[in-house]
């Protein structure tokens, strides 16, 4: 399997805590899931009831952190009070990363959308040194992930060059979404095996995979309201006969079915997982 120069924050298989699944995560202590992922923004100053919660599930399960708005592409400055709200509650609970999305969602106001950054030098410029700034701050890595989009404005090279210069100039790592690449190779044409081939394996430090709606059929939605799509599991294949056997979580932000068969997903994950743990793996150089 391929080498990682950083070990991953987490193993396994995981699944997004919302707060709709909270009174069916903690009337289940025993269930089958490694490590869970919450949006900062959302709990950040929680008490109560709902922040007693938190806690207990904290206390139960290894935690990433996602962020929302941090808006790293925004061509406003840079909201370092939030970047700093976010390291204390990344030591207040232990979480083990802290990830964000290469897009923006904000500029004068709050956009309450995630907005695609224009592939170009320029733009990876720009964004790499605010991601240098939030590591300054944070005294950590930061985490980006690959977005869904819906345009590409400004485009003059490809979303998985774009992505790498990212990642190459800001020194971060990378969350690598499955189906997000499955949504834009669908809405912009492209090559999804080469676009998940063409990612750095030394970067990825763990992987999302989602449901998506399908509008028609060269437009896709990010909905993460349903099951995950076979073409999306056979990409998660793909991916870890590329890369290895990475951690990977699973999101669910509406539309919950009962947790069993969220929990039928993540185990899903978990099997596949187990089976690519001792398959060889395919890189750009052929087979290892």
């Not at 410029?125 to 939030?134: G, N, T």
């Not at 932000?253 to 929990?263: G, R, V």
Request: proline share 6%.
């Amino acid at each position: 399997m391929p080498d990682h120069t950083l070990p991953f924050p987490v193993s396994g298989a995981g699944l997004g805590l919302r707060r709709g699944l909270l009174p069916e995560l903690l009337a289940s202590p025993d269930a089958a899931i490694d490590f869970m992922e919450v949006a900062p923004e959302n709990w950040i100053g929680i008490g109560g009831r709902y922040g007693r919660q938190f806690r207990e599930l904290t206390e139960r399960y290894d935690f990433l952190c996602h962020g929302l708005s941090l808006s790293i592409g925004s061509p406003a400055p840079l909201d370092e009070a939030l970047v700093r709200q976010v390291g204390q509650f990344l030591r207040q609970h232990n979480i083990k990363a802290y990830s964000e999305h290469l897009s923006y969602c904000s500029d004068d106001g709050h956009l309450y959308d995630l907005m695609p950054i224009p592939f170009t030098p320029a733009a990876a410029d720009y964004v790499a040194e605010r991601i240098m700034r939030v590591q300054d701050i944070l005294g950590q890595r930061l985490i980006i992930e690959n977005v869904s989009s819906y345009l590409e404005p400004g485009k003059v090279m490809s979303e998985p060059e774009f992505v790498n210069q990212v990642l190459e100039k800001a020194d971060c790592d990378l969350l690598l979404d499955v189906n997000n690449i499955y949504v834009n190779c669908v809405n912009h044409g492209g090559d999804a095996l080469a676009y998940i081939r063409a990612m750095p394996t030394e970067r990825i430090r763990y992987l999302h995979i989602a449901g998506h709606f399908a509008e028609a059929d060269d437009l896709l939605v990010d909905t993460h309201g349903m099951a995950v799509k076979k073409e999306v599991w056979g990409l998660l294949d793909a991916t870890y006969q590329t890369h290895g056997v990475i951690p990977t979580l699973l999101e669910r932000d509406f539309n919950f079915p009962p947790l069993h068969e969220l929990l039928d997903e993540v185990a899903m994950v978990r099997s596949r997982q187990a089976f690519w743990r001792d398959q060889p793996v395919i890189t750009a150089d052929g087979w290892k």
